[in-house]
């Protein structure tokens, strides 16, 4: 159901991005992605699409750094039509796979305060809040809160112990 983006999904792939960033504000973004963008981004880092145009998943650096390269973070967007069907949830299950498979511990996901339906999603696919910035995105001449929840790839029980639980 889930394959890799190749160049050729870079147009309907800015479509979805576009009209998120013109009429939400699930992004801070306020600049349309060009097509030459998500080209570089598709030869650059994992990309994963629904068939049919109904979304896309991927991620990048979360911070520049060597003591960072192990923490991405993550983008999943889905076309109005592909919301409420699940494709969220087995779009990121295949990207936390695939980042785990390329050696990386912990993913990021970096979401509008505004966007209670991500939080919630976010909090049931295992990931924890870490903060809450107040006022740090402006857009639609709001000032916008930014939520930041993580979640460790491949954590068990036992990888999450403390010292004081392994003593």
């Known amino acids: 159901m889930i394959r890799n983006a190749t160049p050729r999904d870079a147009p309907w792939i800015a479509d979805i991005w576009n009209d998120v960033i013109a009429h939400t504000q ?6 349309p992605k060009r097509l ?28 520049s750094g ?8 993550h983008t999943i967007l889905l076309a109005e039509s592909a919301r409420g069907h699940g494709h969220g949830k ?24 505004t966007n209670d339906a991500a939080i919630a999603f976010h909090a049931a696919m295992g ?6 910035m107040p006022e740090v995105g ?14 460790r790839l491949g954590a068990t029980a ?8 392994t003593v």
Do not use: C
């Open 26 to 31: 699930i992004t801070f973004t306020t600049t």
């Open 36 to 63: 030459l963008f998500i080209e570089e981004m598709i030869s650059a880092w994992p990309v994963l699409v629904l068939p049919n145009e109904g979304g896309f998943a991927t991620y990048g650096p979360f911070r």
């Open 66 to 73: 060597p003591g960072y390269a192990a923490t991405v973070e």
């Open 90 to 113: 087995t779009l990121l299950t295949a990207l936390e796979a695939r980042a785990q498979a390329d050696g990386h511990h912990v993913m990021v996901a970096a979401i509008s305060g």
């Open 127 to 132: 990931f924890a809040k870490v903060a809450h």
């Open 138 to 151: 402006r857009k639609d001449g709001m000032w916008l809160d930014l939520v930041l929840m993580q979640k």
């Open 158 to 165: 036992s990888a999450d112990a403390t010292p004081e639980d």
